[in-house]
């Protein structure tokens, strides 16, 4: 049974901070490329960032100085650290696994696994 779960979401204040952890079971994060996606209501899921099995990392421009992606093998979990955040980034927050290792699909169909979510919320 291949799994991911997402935890750390929450309420936040705008310009607030959050830690999101992605944790897998079943297989080994190691040789897969990782990203997190986020819904906003109504909006369509998109990618904000990922790291592939070599540890290259990959922003979108809205997100790039303010989030951060991170993996600790050992512990078999992937981090994004959101920093700065806005009330427009408000969602629920997904990480994903793909099997192209060694680049960061920008296609959602190339993810072979999804998490459930957390939601996150940017309020004051």
């Known amino acids: 049974q291949l799994q991911l779960v997402e935890s750390g979401g929450g309420l936040v204040q705008p310009g607030g901070s959050l830690r999101l952890s992605c944790a897998a079971s079943g297989f080994t994060l190691d040789y897969y490329a990782i990203g997190w996606f986020r819904q906003a209501p109504g909006k369509e899921r998109e990618g904000i960032s990922c790291i592939t099995s070599g540890g290259f990392t990959n922003y979108p421009d809205s997100v790039k100085g303010r989030f951060t992606i991170s993996r600790d093998n050992a512990k078999n979990t992937v981090y994004l650290q959101m920093n700065s955040l806005k009330p427009e980034e408000t969602g629920i927050y997904y990480c994903?696994?793909?099997?192209?290792?060694?680049?960061?699909?920008?296609?959602?169909?190339?993810?072979?696994?999804w998490g459930q979510g957390t939601q996150v919320t940017v309020s004051s």
């Open positions: 994903a696994a793909s099997g192209n290792s060694h680049a960061c699909p920008g296609n959602l169909e190339w993810y072979n696994y």
